[in-house]
């Protein structure tokens, strides 16, 4: 029972670590779920920059949504996470 709390409050604070967002073209983007940490990062600044250009800050989607393909937006994350 102990292993399994363990394994309970490791996932718990790995959630607590990553944040949802959305990304993709067209009516339908995909959701994504990134480490925090990314957000401190310039290639991450960039489409943080872009979201705000064509979106502000009241888009109604309600989550955060970055405005480039699905393709781009796994490039950049897979780099982010080799840093």
């Known amino acids: ?7 309970l409050a490791h996932a718990k604070q790995k959630l607590q670590r990553t ?27 960039d489409l943080l920059n872009r979201a705000e250009e064509e979106f502000g800050f009241n888009h109604p989607m309600g989550g955060l949504t970055i405005p480039c393909s699905e393709e781009y937006f796994i490039s950049v994350t897979t780099v982010l996470s080799c840093s």
């Open 1 to 7: 029972m102990g292993i399994q709390l363990m394994g």
């Open 19 to 45: 944040l949802s967002v959305y990304a993709g073209e067209g009516n339908r983007p995909k959701r994504f779920v990134i480490r925090v940490s990314y957000l401190n990062h310039p290639l991450f600044n």
